[in-house]
């Protein structure tokens, strides 16, 4: 049986046919036109059923109908590894810390070699630099007018490789570990960036912002010379030392929603008969938070007895001494996942030379010799958050 197309190609060629003479031949080749055309026809609606197959397949491939806790049949998109790539480590491989130096902040390896400059500043020294545990930004202080003043507080997405960005101002800082808070120290409204410089003699504050919320903490502390973050941002160490030397050690409370105020709660120091703390810095690193404090001389001697200690996390007790030595003059304390590491020299040395160590079994080990080691700050390994407690 013919089918409808051929029955209406039929009707008009007769319809033609009608309006010639009759000695006008048909054309020979008629039914052959005929037939290419059903053919074509026919082509045509075979591909079409195949590119909508080809659709439903595709789709089908993308959508996952999943059973979900939700409830019966819910609807998940499964996504694949070509649309949600893994996080990646805007760190070198390998680095363990990072130093603030002059207009740079550059990482370091285990041996103390650099291996990438992560930052350039245009101006202003940069003295202070701190990586959040996503390794996504880089926080760093950049002093403009000199030390004891306000400085850029300053935010780098190294991830992405945008230009660094002044989110505010301070005389000190430090950034919570998942980078959304900020611990700031100077005088003045910090939390609406008006910084001012801690007067001698007067009363600075440190504020934690929320930088999401822009909510705000504050309370009134003095001659903060070292401010970290806990490893889980729910309270802030704080040691203060002035001229007379270090009067006070502090943990201060961070709530888990910004407005009250900050609470202190002073913390004693380890007895040292007969000598007194003439400068002390603290660092948060594998096992608790580790203390570096310079003893002044025990009667009758001439050195100075450098100690550190390692504190428990939580208590904030005494937990172990890691070095106790009059013989090195210890100016910075880097514990990291790799080891401890300190900047030393020797302590009866004319020109002392500074030198990268490690703390081993209670003695320092030379890891290379840095003319200029700028500050270093550790850095939490890629996807070990919270591994300072």
Sequence with gaps: ??????????????????????????????????????????????????????????????????????????????????????????????????????????????????????????????????????????????????????????????????????????????????????????????????????????????????????QSSAVAVSQVTSLRFSPDGSYLAAVNCGAAGCDAFSRIEVPAELGPPLVVDPVSWSAYPGQSIRSATIEFGPGGLYMLKQLTPIAGRTTATARIDRLDVRGLQPAATILSSRAWSIAQLVPTATGTYVVAGAAQAKARKWGLYRVESGKLVLVRSLADPGTLTPVTPFGAAGAGG
């Design 1 to 214: 049986m013919r089918d409808a197309l051929e029955e209406r190609l039929a009707a008009q060629l007769r319809a033609v046919a009608d309006t010639v003479a009759d000695e006008l031949p048909m054309p020979v080749d008629l039914e052959l036109q005929v037939a290419r055309h059903r053919r074509r026809a026919r082509a045509l609606r075979r591909w079409s059923s195949v590119a909508v197959a080809a659709v439903v397949v595709a789709t089908v491939a993308t959508v996952a109908i999943m059973h979900g806790t939700a409830g019966r049949g819910t609807i998940r998109i499964a996504t694949s590894s070509t649309t949600a790539s893994p996080p990646s480590d805007a760190l070198q491989p390998g680095t363990v810390m990072l130093s603030a130096r002059g207009l740079d902040v550059i990482s370091l390896d285990s041996t103390g070699h650099q291996n990438a400059t992560m930052v350039t500043a245009l101006r202003g020294e940069i003295k202070y630099a701190r990586a959040t545990d996503d390794h996504r930004a880089l926080w760093y202080l950049s002093l403009k007018k000199g030390l004891r003043t306000c400085g850029d507080v300053v935010r780098a997405d190294i991830a992405s490789g945008h230009s660094s960005t002044i989110v505010t101002h301070a005389v000190a800082f430090d950034v919570s570990p998942d980078g959304t808070r900020l611990a700031l120290y100077g005088a003045g409204d910090l939390a609406t960036d008006h910084c001012a410089p801690v007067p001698a003699a007067g009363p600075g504050r440190v504020v934690v912002v929320d930088l999401t919320t822009k």
